[in-house]
């Protein structure tokens, strides 16, 4: 008779001494993960998380599942690999805005294209941390760092923006201070179909720190964030006495206490939506986005590899590799 003994937090925590700097958002990430998949009850034999370079690629050694810690930039490419030898494993891709976004960012957009069925985390910090502190795809213009000691000069990325761009059929947002909402959203990803991407803002106490203060230290966090909840009004404010109302394409802020007919109802499956709250997210005046901001239903790409297969075996039936290697002419080299 076999007995089933339900998960804790800690069964998923490998024994390896966890090192990243004291005080780092990395440590409330992995533990709303865990807690995530103990809530799931999730099977560690079948769970796989895959990590690139950066401090957030050291993931996989503190996890008690299976786990690749590949090279630079090219997790994506690797985890969509193994996804379609065995599709039949829940793969997590653990990766940073410089791992991503900078030489990996080209399998980036093609993985959110292609709707490859991963969980694809992005720890944002807006620095190069392992490397000690040059500037990342994501710093803001004028950042003062090890590489920039004038004030960078680039325009940055904004991941979530990319991915709505790169056609991906779940964008969420959250930030590494409320572990709740990270839970929500790491749950929510785990139950989508296709590529579901995070990103979560974390502070880099080291080289970057204090970062998100501007939206996210507490006495900020009421006026400078909004949580959009799918089927509920977009409001924020101390007193939620401010929302966002919708018409003609074109969002605005205005006095939900006065118009609160006015006040949208968020959707997640409306484009039109996130499209123009992205457009205004870093206007001092605007809110920053945060949930499941964009969230529809289209075929993952290893289905549609594997149903192309089945439709190529009926039609000329099982292949042969030695028949392929040997047909045609062939040269002996010596």
């Known amino acids: 008779m076999s007995i089933n003994i339900a998960l804790s937090k800690k069964d998923y925590a490998s024994e390896n001494e966890i090192r990243w700097c004291p005080g780092c958002g990395d440590y409330a990430i992995i533990n709303a993960i865990q807690k995530t998949l103990a809530n799931l009850q999730v099977s560690r034999e079948n769970t796989v998380f895959v990590s690139g ?37 829940t793969v997590w891709v ?18 959110l294209r292609r709707n490859v069925n991963l969980k694809i985390v992005l ?26 000691p004038e004030g960078s000069i680039d325009d940055p990325f904004e991941p979530i923006k990319i ?10 947002r959250t930030f590494a201070n409320d572990i709740t909402h990270m839970e929500k959203v790491f749950e929510a990803a785990h139950h989508h179909r296709g590529s579901a991407f995070i990103e979560v803002l974390q502070n880099c106490v080291i080289f970057n720190d204090g970062v998100y203060d501007e939206i996210l230290e507490k006495q900020n966090r009421v006026e400078r964030s ?14 939620l006495e401010k929302g966002l109302s919708f018409e003609d394409n074109e969002i605005k802020i205005i006095n939900a206490v006065d118009e609160p007919e006015k006040v949208a ?30 969230r529809v239903i289209r075929p993952a790409f290893e289905d549609v590899v594997y149903d192309l297969i089945e439709k ?21 080299i010596k």
């Open 226 to 239: 909004i949580l959009l909840e799918n089927g509920k009004k977009m409001l924020f404010g101390k007193d």
């Open 163 to 172: 991915a709505f761009g790169s056609g991906a059929s779940f964008v969420a």
């Open 123 to 148: 720890f944002n910090n807006q620095i190069y941390g392992l490397t000690k502190g040059q500037y990342s795809p994501t710093s803001k213009k004028g950042t003062i760092s090890k590489s920039t």
């Open 312 to 332: 190529v075996k009926k039609q000329k039936g099982e292949g042969d590799l030695q028949k392929v290697l040997y047909s045609g002419e062939i040269w002996e």
């Open 94 to 111: 653990i990766t940073g805005d410089g791992d991503a976004l900078s030489i990996g960012g080209n399998h980036f957009i093609h993985t």
């Open 265 to 294: 109802v968020f959707d997640e499956s409306n484009s039109s939506f996130i499209q123009e709250i992205i457009k205004k997210m870093n206007e001092p005046s605007f809110p920053s986005p945060f949930g499941i901001l964009y």
């Open 53 to 89: 370079i950066g401090c957030s690629s050291r993931f996989p050694y503190y996890m008690n599942t299976y786990g690749f810690h590949t090279i630079h930039g090219r997790a994506l490419a690797i985890a969509t690999g193994l996804k379609l030898t065995r599709p039949d494993l």
